[in-house]
């Protein structure tokens, strides 16, 4: 997580963004990106080259490394600082705020804008970056740009997903996006895994949630990574967040998964509220959602 990024953020001159930028286009190419090529794509001279790298590494935006050559590459604070910097210049972000979240995957802050939003950094190539590597076939020399990559190719599709599903279903309304950040409205309530329901409220909430989900189909998605850490709930009604791994009713999984996530949900209410929700056909029910053809969790128990 980036230390008091806002401080950093304030504090950076529009040379350490060439920098910053230079590196970020050297970083294509390879993952250490020399000393002169970043002279060469930051368009700076040689001594400011080196006063950036200074002032960037102290602050944690950039690493370097001695290989046969001294490279140097972006750390996520430093490719979060140039996310931030474009949003800023959009007039979508005006400050930067408090943390509101840290997922499996992510770091989410509040910023100020023309109401308090939420902006969601993306993680996952950093979280997961052994993995990633050993599962693709990139060459050798390809195999860095994993991390950044798979960071914002998840924004991109959370973003289409909030895009394609809103308002119809009830997610943070997406307001911008770029690199590998998403803004987007402030979840009302709170996670459903936090939340203490009253008896009479447990049917009555599974229920509004399953209609999400069936409304998501409508569509065209499926969740795909349903769990009460992934639901709010609060006066207004429910709220699903979390969709970069959202995919599409046309893809040959989709029933499949759509299964997975009644059966994560129903499970969990199963667990937590004993005798509330009853013996749920799962399989049933997510035909029926499929079919858009659900009235209560009840009428399959
Ligand atoms: N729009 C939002 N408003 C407020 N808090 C949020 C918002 N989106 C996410 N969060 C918080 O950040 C956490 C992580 O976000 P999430 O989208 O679930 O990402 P991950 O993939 O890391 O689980 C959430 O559990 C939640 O507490
Ligand atoms: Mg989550």
Same mark, same amino acid.
């Given at each position: 997580m980036v230390r008091n990024v806002a401080s950093v953020f304030r504090d950076l001159d529009p040379e350490d963004f060439y920098l910053l930028s230079g590196l970020e286009h050297g970083m294509r190419f390879s993952e250490w990106v020399a000393r002169e090529k970043i002279t060469e794509f930051a368009r700076l001279d040689g001594d400011e080259v080196d006063y950036r790298l200074d002032r960037c590494e102290d602050r944690g935006l950039i690493e370097r490394k001695t290989i046969q050559y001294q490279g140097f590459r972006l750390t996520f604070e430093g490719y979060d600082a140039l996310a931030l910097r474009t949003f800023t210049e959009r007039d979508t972000v005006e400050g930067f705020g408090a943390p509101l979240g840290v997922g499996k995957e992510s770091d989410v802050y509040e910023v100020r804008s023309y109401k308090p939003l939420a902006l969601k950094f993306h993680r996952e190539g950093y979280t997961n970056f052994r993995e990633v590597q050993k599962e693709r076939e990139y060459t050798a020399d390809n195999e860095h740009i994993s991390w950044f990559y798979t960071a914002r190719k998840a924004a991109e599709r959370e973003y289409e997903a909030l895009e394609t599903v809103y308002p119809e279903v009830r997610v943070p309304r997406p307001i911008d996006h770029n690199r590998h950040a998403v803004v987007m409205e402030k979840l009302p309530g709170v996670e459903l895994g936090k939340a203490r329901l009253e008896d009479a409220q447990v049917v009555g909430v599974l229920d509004l949630i399953l209609e999400e989900m069936a409304a998501a189909y409508r569509t &065209?998605? $499926?969740?795909?990574?349903?769990?009460e850490y992934n639901v709010a709930v609060g006066s207004e009604g429910v709220t699903m967040f979390d969709w970069p791994q959202a995919v599409s009713?046309?893809?040959?999984n989709a029933p499949e998964l759509l299964e997975r996530d009644v059966e994560n949900l129903v499970g969990y209410f199963e667990r937590k509220y004993?005798?509330?929700? &009853?013996? $749920?056909d799962v399989l049933a029910l997510s035909r029926a959602l499929r079919e858009d053809d659900?009235?209560?969790v009840r009428s399959f128990g």
């Open positions: &065209g998605y $499926v969740h795909a990574d349903m769990s009713t046309d893809h040959e004993p005798g509330q929700v &009853g013996d $749920v659900f009235e209560t």
